[in-house]
């Protein structure tokens, strides 16, 4: 500042007096404020300063109180304890430790809806699951099992010769399936992925065969063979109806075949049937409204056809011995 007044100062002095007085105070004022600056560095300085030598005598005197408590004590510093480690107790198992037979029971009752016919199903399928894992606790029971039990169904011989097919592997594998669904979702057990486990696949056969052609019609030449067995030609006693003979009554087994050629019902629809006939309004019917909702269909009345009152059905059904 002195430096650029003293390069300036003629023309300073050339400046009217007004000007030269307002130049003069701003110069004081500036001059003030670096004087303070100035100031204001020494002094922050000088506190650094002091604060480092505070900071280090602070530290010094720790360090010989420290080291004066540790000789008091012998030379062992006192250790903080321990902090102790706070571990999640681990929860109490929920599995289900009984033997997986003794659910049985509960499954069924937690499934109002099921038919006589599939809780027969699945009674089997119960019985042939255990032959394979036998009676093992719930909670036992892996993934492992399920997946023999497949591979035993895969390789079940067939009362019909060969292998069971895919659909009735399918069955047996879904219901063990669903069963420990149902303890899952009970919270019996935890699911262990026992719904990944699939039946085999379909044989290059199966997959060709349609289900028109499982389901057919029988064939001219098969109804031929059927109605002139001995049950229809003449059979050699109650007991013996498969051998020809003489008797000729007809028997429930007569009047059951017939009804199921003629009708197209079902054999386990036949076989629940009630043995007296509906009346509908002078038409005697089969009645068949408490069966045959296996696959949805509504219940129905099977009015008695023509060729079945001709063969004397109708007289049979008044004696209650035709399907009984």
Known sequence: MKAFVHEHASEIEAMPENVKKHFSDWLNVVMQRKTQEAQDVRESADMTATLADMWKQAKQQ???????????????????PP???ILPTPSASTDCSEPWTNLIERFHDDNPGQTEKTRVSYRITFTQFQEIVGNKALNLLTKQDIKAYADWLKNKPSLRGGTLGHGTIVRHLGEVKFFLKWCVQSGLIEDKGFADVKARAKTQKEKLTRQEEVRRAFTNDELKQIFNSPLFSGYHSKHFKSRPGHQTKRLTDFWFICVLALTGARIGEISDVPAKLYDLEGIPCLDLRQTGTKTGNNPRLIPILPELRKIGFLQGTSNNCVLR
Not at 62 to 76: D, Q, R
Request: charged share 15%; glycine share 18%.
């Open 62 to 80: 720790g360090m010989l109180e420290g080291m004066e408590k540790a000789i008091s004590l012998g030379g062992l510093a006192p250790q903080t």
């Open 83 to 85: 902090i102790p480690s």
